[in-house]
T-cell receptor, first 114, second 115 residues
Framework: GNSVTQMEGPVTLSEEAFLTINCTYT??????LFWYVQYPGEGLQLLLK?????DKGSNKGFEATYRKETTSFHLEKGSVQVSDSAVYFC?????????????FGQGTRLTINP | ETGVTQSPTHLIKTRGQQVTLRCSSQSGHNTVSWYQQALGQGPQFIFQ???????GRGNFPPRFSGLQFPNYSSELNVNALELDDSALYLC??????????????FGPGTRLTVL
């Protein structure tokens, strides 16, 4: 079945550093791809998405490009802040019976030190 | 625009009991999905409700059941609770047309602890 593999964490960076969190996927067809962020004790917030190959999703300084040739959707940010500390999940959309479900990676915990 | 809300926030039950979790979808959305997130893991799809019927289910046993109401809110019921059911339960709503749903937006979750 369809699956998502994320860069293992935890990742610790200093404020203003460049961030990359790797995400690759296995899928039949061309699913939509998502990054969600989870702050401590909270649910998931949609960070960005891309629905077709070569699309770039962006939000709050984060970017990710849907790469069909490498089946990847890596998350990047040029200058991280302490407030970016959270767990980041890469996900793809998948059909199951008549529903559209999300398939998530295992998550990458990011800690930004001042 | 009201976001997705869930209740209760936290819940403690003992093994063998039954639990009901509730979710109100975001305004304008007609589809609700439920996910289970064990500690340190990514969320796992339980099932999805559209037009008050279950239209897709993940790898969860029948003791996990649900309902969707005419106002698109939803309940997740779990019978005969087991220790492994301890998790964060997330509800997500979306808009579906012709059965194809758009981006899912999540609520804050209900933390269930089974003792």
């Amino acid at each position: 079945g369809n699956s998502v593999t994320q860069m293992e964490g935890p990742v610790t960076l200093s404020e203003e550093a460049f961030l990359t969190i790797n995400c690759t996927y296995t899928a039949t067809g061309y699913p939509s791809l998502f990054w969600y962020v989870q702050y401590p004790g909270e649910g998931l917030q949609l960070l960005l998405k891309a629905t077709k190959a070569d699309d770039k999703g962006s939000n709050k300084g984060f970017e990710a490009t849907y790469r069909k040739e490498t089946t990847s959707f890596h998350l990047e940010k040029g200058s991280v802040q302490v407030s970016d500390s959270a767990v980041y999940f890469c996900a793809l959309s998948d059909a199951v019976q008549g529903a559209q479900k999300l398939v998530f990676g295992q998550g990458t915990r990011l800690t930004i030190n001042p | 625009e009201t976001g997705v809300t869930q209740s209760p926030t936290h819940l403690i039950k003992t093994r063998g009991q039954q639990v009901t979790l509730r979710c109100s979808s975001q305004s304008g959305h007609n589809t609700v999905s439920w996910y289970q997130q064990a500690l340190g893991q990514g969320p796992q799809f339980i099932f999805q409700y559209y037009r008050e019927e279950e239209n897709g289910r993940g790898n969860f046993p029948p003791r996990f059941s649900g309902l969707q109401f005419p106002n698109y809110s939803s309940e997740l019921n779990v019978n005969a609770l087991e220790l492994d059911d301890s998790a964060l339960y997330l509800c997500a709503s979306s808009f579906a047309r012709g059965g194809i749903s758009d981006t899912q937006y999540f609520g804050p979750g209900t933390r269930l602890t089974v003792l």
